[in-house]
Every structure is written in structure tokens, then in C-alpha cells.
């Protein structure tokens, strides 16, 4: 068995190692990033990938990792490992090709289980989770997003897309001042209360325009 793990969190790494080398992995190989991970993968070609959803400067970005993995390798196995408990967020892994989703604040034990069950070809959801995100999937999807001008949601799907201030400020040939009295403006029309609340805001209505 053929693991990478992708996280930029040095700790991490090093208590997925711990459990993969429990579970009877011998070849784990490591990345701290996204063009890091992607080149490991090609490199290796890893059976099972456990990768984070977000990486410093890259919020989310770990989304396209899975695509870009599940797109070149259909066969490969995905777990994610991530802080983000948010339905809409957990679902939009699933979507993107992980067969697996695990909590980073679980005990190593459901991380050893969860990879034992990916391992086997076997999904893998936390029973709580599941529920919410059945409950996200069916749930009636209005526009929260009526109040914002179109330059507002031009910069809300760029940051739920995963990038950074100073990219969309690139992107759309304004200044970075302009993005982040725009972010400002939006926190406070969506009742946002951080970047990161804003960008679970914009995940969110990135899901419901599918």
C-alpha cells in the first residue's frame, strides 16, 4: 500500500504517519501543498491520498487537488482530513471525488478507521455528519446573496473558489484595497463575522448554483 498525505501542518503529518505505519502502511509519502501534493502524486502514484481542504494562502484549494488527482486517476482513493465541519463544505469534498471524510479534532482512532474502510473501496462519513449533510443537500436553496452588487459576487465566488485577496485583485485588474473594502461591505450585508465565516458563506452559495 502506496499513501501520500498532503498538509502543510508539520504535526499533522507526523500523526497521520503515526497512524497509517499502525494500519500497516509502509510507503507513506509527504507534501505541504498543492503543487507539492500533485507532483508527489504523479510521481508516486499513491493508492489512497489523505489531503487537507486548506493550505496557507489557499483556502480550499485542497478541493482542486481532488478533482485534479480524480480526473488523471479515477481508481485513486481520497480521504480528506480537515478542520471544516461545515455541511455544505463536507459535501462539496464528496463531490469533488473523496470517498472518505474526517474530522481533524476526532481521535486517531476514527482517522484508522476511516482510512481502514477507503482502504477496503468502502465510503467513509461520520453518522452526525452524514445526517447534515443530507440535510444540506435537500434543503430549499434561496439566494442569500440578493442584497450584493455584481461586483460583490464576482469577488465572493473568487474567494469560495480559494483565492487570496492580492489573486482576485490580479484577476479583475483592481486594486487590493478595492477587494478588501468589498470583503468588508459583504461581511457586513451577510452578517459574516470573519474572512473565514465569508468564505464558508461563499461555499455555500457556490453549492446552491449547481
Request: hydrophobic share 45%; with cysteine; net charge neutral.
Amino acid at each position: 500500500m502506496n499513501v501520500l498525505v498532503v498538509d502543510d501542518h508539520p504535526i499533522v503529518l507526523q500523526g497521520c504517519r503515526r497512524v497509517l505505519e499502525d494500519a500497516g502502511v509502509e510507503s507513506v509519502h509527504e507534501a505541504t501543498g498543492i503543487v507539492a501534493g500533485y507532483r508527489s502524486f504523479h510521481r508516486h502514484r499513491p493508492d489512497i491520498v489523505v489531503a487537507d481542504l486548506t493550505f496557507q494562502g489557499a483556502a480550499l484549494k485542497g478541493l482542486d487537488l481532488i478533482r485534479r488527482i480524480r480526473a488523471v486517476a479515477p481508481a485513486t482513493r481520497i480521504l480528506v482530513f480537515s478542520m471544516h465541519d461545515d455541511p455544505v463544505i463536507v459535501a462539496r469534498a464528496l463531490d469533488s471525488g473523496a470517498m472518505g471524510y474526517v474530522l481533524k479534532d476526532t481521535a486517531s482512532a476514527e482517522l484508522h478507521r476511516a482510512f481502514e474502510r477507503v482502504q477496503a473501496g468502502e465510503p467513509y462519513l461520520d453518522p452526525a455528519l452524514a445526517a447534515e449533510v443530507a440535510l444540506v443537500r435537500t434543503a430549499p436553496r434561496a439566494d442569500p446573496l440578493a442584497g450584493l452588487t455584481p461586483r460583490e459576487r464576482q469577488i465572493l465566488a473568487l474567494l469560495g473558489a480559494g483565492r487570496s485577496h492580492g489573486a482576485i485583485a490580479e484577476d479583475l485588474a483592481v486594486s487590493y484595497k478595492t477587494v478588501a473594502n468589498a470583503c468588508s461591505q459583504m461581511r457586513h450585508k451577510l452578517g459574516a463575522r470573519s474572512l473565514a465565516d465569508l468564505i464558508r458563506i461563499a461555499v455555500q452559495a457556490t453549492e446552491r448554483a449547481r
